[in-house]
């Protein structure tokens, strides 16, 4: 049988459909920032089922019927507005945390910043100090070799704390958005997509 998910907002005591959340501004693929906001994915059965009807219990969880709602995996409690901000700011730390990792563009390449990567820079900078006149080919990132020496080392670090700066410069933004907010709404108007995403 088909499944229709359709979310639910603990806010407004409503349900909403894809296409609904997208009118409202919102991503509905983005769970993680919807959970915070306290919208959550629900389904009914059968599909046809009107999704402005529903029943509820009395402690607001979907009851579930062969024909009504039920929870999907979630306590469909409201969520306040502090609980949501700190959510939020985990998601907008798992983003920036993404957008760090997923690499840089230097000298017509992209070249790895994931975690092992910044290992295997710090091991560099290691061997340079030690023997300014090593040169080595680097991996840059998969399918892609580059000739690596100190000059080319001191290029790539500036433009890799660049972008570093430029995720950190990017959260502290996010951050400082939620924490201007006052309600669930404003935080529903928050960009907590990287940029490049």
Known sequence: MEVLVVFFDTTTQHCYTAAGLRQRGLNPENMPALVAMGIHPVRHNPPAYDANLYTLEPDGVPAPASDGWYEQRYSLAPVAVDAAKARLKVVVQNEKCHMRDRGVEFEGMTWDT???????????AAKLQSDPDYTTIWRASPGSWASMDAATFARFQAVYEAHVQT???????????????TSIDELATVTLAAPGK
């Open 114 to 124: 994931d975690g092992a990567a910044r290992i295997a820079y710090v091991e560099m």
């Open 167 to 181: 995720c950190f410069a990017w959260q502290a933004e996010r951050e400082a958005e939620i924490d201007a907010c």
